[in-house]
C-alpha cells in the first residue's frame, strides 16, 4: 500500500487534475446499480468494470475465469480445464465475499434481467459465454433494492454486444489444446440505419485431464435492434446453450456414467425510451432449461436404472423509467413481475416412462414473485451525492419483504470519491429448498443480510487505485437441521479489498487487486486472501499478457477436519498479428505445474496449453 501511496504521489505532481475528471468521466459510466447510465463517481455502490478487450485478451470461451482475475472478492471453482457441469464437486460455483451463488445468494444478470435455475435457484456458470459479452459489470454487495431476491453478495451483469456505427464486422477464432481441447466460435455485427444485428455461434469440447471427465458444448446468440426514432428503440435478443458433460467423481471414490445433458436458453424483447430529462425500458423475458442427468454409480455397484430429468422457466416482466426532476436529482421507479416455474421428476432409462415416486420428489410447482421499487439520487453539492432506495418485494409463498438502502458519495477532490454504503440483501426459499426431497419445508421465509461498506478511489492520469471495507451480518439463512431446511443460520463477514491499475505508457500497463476475508462461520470456496497481478504489453505486431495469482488458505472442507489450499498460478498469452486479420496466438496455464485442488478430491490440472488463430475482416 505504501508503494501505491507513493506512485501515486508521484503521478500527482506531473497531471491537471481538471484534464484528468474530464479524461476519465467518459470511461466510468455504468448501467448497473443504477438503471440508466450513470457516472460511477456519483453511485454510493462499488463497480468493477470489465471491457470486452480484457474478456477476450487469453482467448477465454467463458467470462468468468477473467472475473476471478479482474475483480476482488470474486472467486469461481473448477475441477478441469474447461467446462463446469452442475452436479456434485461444487464446479462453476460463484461466490463473492463469502457468500455463493450456488446456493442462491450472488445474482447473474443479463441486460439487466436475472438468469438462474428455476428449481435450484443457482446461476448455470456454463452459460456465461464471452460470445455475447460486451462488457461485464460487477456489484460488489447487495444490489436487492434494484434487482430483488439472490442478490445478497452483489451483482454480475452481463451487457450484451451491440453495433453502434454502420458497416459489418465478422470475427472468427479457432483454438486447440492440451487434452484434446478444441474451442471455435464465430460472430458477425451488422448496422445499417436504425437497424442492428449481432450473431454468433460457439463450439467447444475436451476430454479433460482425468477419465470420465469429458465436456461438449454448443452455444448460440442472436440480438436484432432497430431505432423507431431518436428517442425510442426497440430490440430482441436469444442466448441457447447445450453441453453434455461427466462427472468423474473424487479420486477417492470414482464414478461411472455419471453424464449430463443440460440446455439453457435466454429469450429478451425490450422497448427503450431515451429522453433529455428521463429514460427507461419495458421488457419481457424468459430463461428456461432442459436437464437430463444420470446420477451414476460407484465403482462395484450396479448402474442406474432411471434418470433425473427437470424443466424450468423464470419467465418475467419488467418496467422502469429515471427522471431528471430538477438539477443533480435523479428518481428510477420500477415494477418487477416473475412467474416462476419447475418440474422435476424421474424417467425409465430402458423406455423413457415417467416413473413414480415420492410426492415431494415429482413436483411440478409455480411461484410467483411481484416487486415495486423507487431509488432517489441528489447531489447535495457539487462535492456530494445521497443516495437512497426502497423495495418491497412478495413471494407468493414466503410472503413480502422490505429491502431498503442508504448511500452517500463525498468528492473532495476532481478525481476521487469516498463512499460510504449501507444495504439490504435477502434471498427467497426455492422450490428445491421447499418441495424436493426429505428436508423441505414449505414454511421457509427468506434469507437476509446487512452490509455496510466504506471505500476511497482515485484517478490520478493514467494511475488509479481503491480501498474497500466492508461488514455483513446475515440471519434467517436456510440450513438443514434434524433433516429439515429451517430458517436458523447466520452468516458474518468483513473484509478488505484493494485495486490499482497504470497505463506506464502506450505499451506497458499493469493491474493487481487483493482481497482479505475473514469468515465467522467458514465456508468452502472462499479464500482468505486472493491476489491477483497482470501486466500487458503491445508493440507493432506483437502482443503479450501474464497474470499472476494468489490463493491462500481456501477451504476444500469445513468442520473439525477442516481442510485447506494454497496454490500460486502464472498464465500468459502471447499473441503476433500474422497479416491484417489474422493474429495467432499461443497460451499458457498454470505455468508453474502445481499440484492443487478446488474441489476436495478433484485435483486441477497441471500446466496446459493452446494455440489457435483468431481472424477479423
Wanted: proline share 3%; net charge neutral; aromatic share 10%.
Amino acid at each position: 500500500m505504501t508503494l501505491l501511496l507513493m506512485a501515486a504521489t508521484q503521478i500527482q505532481a506531473q497531471i491537471d487534475t481538471t484534464d484528468v475528471a474530464s479524461q476519465y468521466q467518459m470511461d466510468e459510466v455504468v448501467v448497473t446499480g443504477s438503471r440508466e447510465a450513470t457516472d460511477v463517481r456519483h453511485l454510493p455502490m462499488t463497480v468493477n468494470v470489465v471491457g470486452r478487450a480484457k474478456l477476450t485478451e487469453n482467448q477465454r470461451a467463458n467470462i468468468l475465469p477473467t472475473l476471478t482475475e479482474q475483480v476482488p472478492g470474486l472467486f469461481v471453482t473448477q475441477r478441469g480445464m474447461f467446462g463446469y457441469g452442475v452436479s456434485n464437486g461444487g464446479s462453476g460455483s460463484i461466490s463473492m465475499r463469502g457468500i455463493s451463488a450456488g446456493a442462491g445468494q450472488l445474482l447473474v444478470l443479463i441486460d439487466g434481467h436475472p438468469q438462474y435455475q428455476g428449481i435450484y435457484g443457482h446461476s448455470i456458470a456454463d452459460a456465461y459465454q464471452t460470445m455475447m459479452a460486451e462488457r461485464v459489470e460487477v456489484l460488489r454487495g447487495p444490489a436487492s433494492v434494484l434487482y430483488g431476491s439472490n442478490a445478497l453478495g452483489g451483482v454480475i451483469n452481463i451487457v450484451t454486444r451491440g453495433m453502434k456505427q454502420d458497416g459489418m464486422k465478422t470475427n472468427i477464432n479457432l483454438g486447440a489444446g492440451s487434452y484434446g481441447t478444441f474451442q471455435a466460435e464465430v460472430s458477425n455485427q451488422y448496422r445499417s440505419g436504425k437497424f442492428s444485428s449481432t450473431v454468433a455461434a460457439q463450439y467447444a469440447r475436451t476430454d479433460n485431464h482425468r477419465p470420465r471427465m469429458g465436456f461438449e458444448q454448443y452455444g448460440g446468440y442472436v440480438k436484432i435492434g432497430y431505432d423507431l426514432n431518436e428517442n425510442w428503440n426497440i430490440y430482441a435478443d436469444a442466448d441457447l446453450t447445450h453441453f453434455n458433460s461427466s462427472y468423474p467423481g473424487s479420486v477417492t471414490a470414482p464414478m461411472f456414467e455419471a453424464d449430463q445433458y443440460i440446455t439453457r436458453g435466454v429469450v429478451t424483447a425490450a422497448l427503450e425510451n431515451h429522453y433529455g430529462n428521463t429514460s427507461g425500458a419495458i421488457s419481457i423475458y424468459d430463461n428456461f432449461g432442459f436437464h437430463k442427468i444420470n446420477d451414476g454409480y460407484a465403482e462395484g455397484k450396479t448402474p442406474q436404472t432411471r434418470l433425473f430429468r427437470s424443466k424450468d422457466a423464470l419467465t418475467g416482466i419488467s418496467w422502469y423509467q429515471s427522471v431528471n426532476l430538477f438539477e443533480g436529482n435523479r428518481v428510477t421507479v420500477g415494477v418487477d413481475y416473475q412467474h416462476i416455474y419447475g418440474n422435476a421428476y424421474y424417467t425409465s432409462r430402458e423406455n423413457g416412462e415417467v416413473l413414480e415416486t415420492q410426492n415431494k420428489q415429482s413436483a411440478r410447482k409455480h411461484m410467483n414473485e411481484i416487486a415495486g421499487y423507487v431509488d432517489i439520487r441528489q447531489d447535495i453539492a457539487s462535492w456530494l451525492t445521497v443516495d437512497a432506495g426502497l423495495r418491497y418485494d412478495n413471494h407468493s409463498v414466503a410472503g413480502g419483504e422490505w429491502i431498503p438502502q442508504l448511500g452517500l458519495v463525498v468528492r473532495p477532490t476532481a478525481t476521487g470519491e469516498f463512499k460510504a454504503m449501507l444495504s439490504k440483501g435477502f434471498r427467497n426459499p426455492t422450490m428445491r429448498e421447499m418441495y424436493l426431497y426429505p428436508p423441505s419445508n414449505e414454511e421457509l421465509k427468506a434469507e437476509r443480510i446487512m452490509n455496510y461498506e466504506l471505500s476511497w478511489k482515485q484517478r490520478l492520469g493514467a494511475f488509479s487505485y481503491g480501498i474497500n471495507l466492508f461488514y455483513l451480518k446475515g440471519d434467517n439463512m436456510i440450513q438443514t437441521i434434524n433433516k429439515q431446511n429451517v430458517n436458523t443460520g447466520a452468516i458474518q463477514n468483513n473484509g478488505i479489498e484493494l485495486e490499482a491499475a497504470w497505463r506506464i505508457n502506450s505499451n506497458w500497463s499493469v493491474n493487481t487487486n487483493h482481497s482479505l476475508l475473514h469468515m465467522h462461520n467458514k465456508v468452502v470456496a472462499a479464500p482468505d486472501y486472493k491476489g491477483y497481478i497482470g501486466a500487458s504489453y503491445r508493440k507493432d505486431r506483437w502482443n503479450l499478457s501474464a497474470g499472476l495469482q494468489q490463493i491462500s488458505h481456501l477451504y476444500t472442507s469445513v468442520g473439525e477436519n477442516a481442510t485447506t489450499e494454497n496454490f500460486t498460478l502464472l498464465n500468459a498469452t502471447v499473441g503476433y498479428m500474422a497479416a491484417k486479420g489474422v493474429h495467432l496466438y499461443l497460451k499458457g496455464e498454470n505455468l508453474f505445474a502445481q499440484s492443487y485442488e478446488i474441489n476436495l478430491g478433484y485435483p486441477m490440472p497441471k500446466a496446459t496449453f493452446m494455440g489457435g488463430v483468431n481472424l477479423a475482416f
